[in-house]
């Protein structure tokens, strides 16, 4: 199973890093919906986290 990485798109701030695939809903709501960093509004739509594979050697070029 490849290591997930979730992110608020804000800041970058880690809001889940580990071995279960998560859905961005389930952390969101762990986190009442906002970012405990900068206090961004995290939704459901992609872009408000970045979701990837945990893997720091070989980022894909977006
Ligand atoms: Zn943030």
């Not at 709501?29 to 970012?35: I, S, V």
Request: proline share 8%; charged share 25%; glycine share 6%.
């Amino acid at each position: 199973m490849v290591p997930q990485k979730i992110v608020c798109s804000g800041c970058g701030f880690c809001l889940y890093e580990g071995d279960l695939l998560k859905s961005p809903q389930d952390i969101i709501k762990k986190y009442n919906g906002r970012c405990p960093n900068c206090n961004k509004k995290l939704d459901f739509s992609p872009e408000s986290v970045t979701v990837s594979p945990y893997r720091a050697e070989e980022a894909d070029a977006k």
